[in-house]
């Protein structure tokens, strides 16, 4: 893998940055994840949302970022065939689940608001859980195919790819077999499992907006959207990446533009989760003060 510099002073400069990033993210998400065990003014289906989008956030650049610093730090990195396959297996599975648990917090927020009388009767500790379930179950389905497919083709044009990770479209530009199967399955996948995810969040949120809308009062519209800012913002970022990154054909993909996307949302967005999510919620943050 090739990373993205030969410059000396520069690779220790982006070395210094991915690390603090990164144990920035572990540490903050790590924190989430033990407020919402310990304190039990957390014990909501929202938080219990939002602890697995924070285990998520912590394996999902786990899974990519001991490469890049290794990169960053010593230039080109050699990985393994059979290491580079368990790294896009893992990594588009815990991207598939992220698209997963967005949906479900967002029915969780449609419930919220939209049947309030009605939200713990709905949103009771067997529908969390089969929610939660399902997000990392589908996610490991879906990541299983385009993996298979992926690691049945010959490398054969170049031994190097143009990245700092096992990601689908670098891989398909070096493959010397028909990729056309492989193209067609991403794009099958991403219509039916990311479309669904994204047109159900889509979908809630126009009941939500709309039961914001019929508030009285502008202070009871705002508390009402203050508790759905947060996700809606991270809905927004993620899916707008993820469809500059994937949902184009080959031919017209730039390896140093994916390269740049892919620290967006491989590497900040992570840090930015709990950051929007949690640690500017006034709840985490009672918690956060309970707990010293």
């Known amino acids: 893998m090739l990373g993205f510099t030969k410059d000396q002073d520069l690779k220790v400069l982006l070395f210094l940055l991915f690390l603090v990033i990164y144990l920035f993210t572990v540490l903050s998400n790590f924190i989430i994840i033990s407020l919402i065990f310990m304190d039990s003014h957390l014990q909501k ?23 890049l610093l290794q990169l960053a730090l010593k230039g080109i990195k050699k990985i393994s065939f059979h290491g580079c396959m368990t790294q896009l297996f893992f990594f588009n599975s815990f991207g598939s689940m992220e698209y997963m648990l967005l949906t479900s917090m967002a029915y969780d927020r449609y419930v919220a608001i939209c049947h309030p009388l009605t939200y713990h009767f709905i949103m009771n500790r067997g529908t969390c859980l089969s929610l939660a379930f399902s997000a990392w179950g589908m996610g490991f389905i879906a990541a299983l195919p385009l993996s298979v497919l992926i690691s049945s083709l010959s490398f054969c044009s170049s031994i190097e790819i143009n990245h700092f990770f096992c990601d689908l479209t670098p891989l398909l530009t070096i493959a010397c077999d028909d990729t056309s199967a492989t193209q067609y399955v991403l794009f099958t996948e991403g219509a039916l499992f990311v479309f669904s995810c994204f047109l159900l ?5 126009i009941y939500i907006i709309s039961a914001i809308i019929k508030i009285g009062t502008s202070a009871g519209r705002y508390k009402a959207f203050s508790t759905c800012a947060s996700h809606l913002t991270i809905v927004i970022l993620f899916y707008v990446m993820i469809a500059c990154m994937y ?3 080959t031919s017209s ?5 994916g390269k740049g996307l892919s620290i967006l949302y491989v590497i900040l967005v992570p840090m930015l989760n709990p950051i929007i999510y949690s ?14």
């Open 45 to 67: 289906p929202m938080y219990f949302f939002i602890c697995n989008m924070s285990v998520i956030d912590i394996c999902y650049p786990t899974v990519t970022t001991p490469s």
């Open 201 to 205: 969040t889509f979908v809630s949120y």
């Open 247 to 249: 949902m184009k054909p």
């Open 253 to 257: 993909y730039s390896l140093v533009e």
């Open 279 to 292: 640690l500017r919620n006034n709840d985490v943050k009672e918690a956060f003060k309970r707990l010293l």
